[in-house]
């Protein structure tokens, strides 16, 4: 399969020190099976960082997630135990960082707000049905990837794409 990174730059080679930990499945590498999707993340590192857009694709052999050679979660979809997961991750509290060990893990993106989320419900103001349904993507539900360790990212075949 095809899978697509967003970025305002070229990537040379993917780096897990320079992603941030505090990310829906913690620190990885995060690719989509969109390529809108990818340009939409693109379009917002511009905005942000300046720029331009770039789609930095890569092909993977996803039977590597079902024959054991990498550890793998999958998330079908908005559910408790992906919002488990989330908090876990994205909890800044948590020092040092939660860490799972999945080589990569694939499900639902989470809400924009997700931080403002985690303090509602770290703090008791929401319960876990409606940390969920905050959680979930105003775009509508959309997958990711998430590469997790170095093993993970060397299976990551650079494509060239148009």
């Known amino acids: 399969m095809i899978l697509y990174h967003g970025s305002n730059f070229q990537i040379e080679r993917i780096d ?3 992603c941030n930990p505090y ?3 913690g620190q990885a590498f995060y690719l989509t099976s ?3 999707q990818a340009l939409d993340i693109a379009l917002a ?3 942000i960082f300046g720029g331009k857009p770039v789609i930095n ?3 993977f052999n996803e039977q590597l997630l079902s ?3 990498l550890s793998y979660k999958s998330f079908d979809g908005y559910t408790e135990q992906w919002a488990d997961f989330i908090y876990q991750n994205r909890d800044e509290t948590n020092l040092p960082p939660f860490k799972h060990s999945y080589d990569v893990v694939y499900g639902p993106i989470a809400n924009d707000r997700v931080g403002l989320q985690i303090r509602n419900y770290r703090l008791g103001n929401i319960d876990k049905k409606e940390f969920l349904l905050r ?3 105003m775009k509508g539900i959309t997958f990711q990837y998430a590469f997790c360790t170095t093993s993970a990212i060397e299976k990551l075949q650079p494509y060239e794409c148009e």
């Open 16 to 18: 897990l020190a320079k």
């Open 57 to 59: 694709a890569f092909i």
């Open 135 to 137: 959680l979930k993507y």
């Open 34 to 36: 969109e390529k809108g």
């Open 23 to 25: 990310k829906d499945f």
């Open 45 to 47: 590192r511009v905005d």
């Open 67 to 69: 024959d054991g050679t």
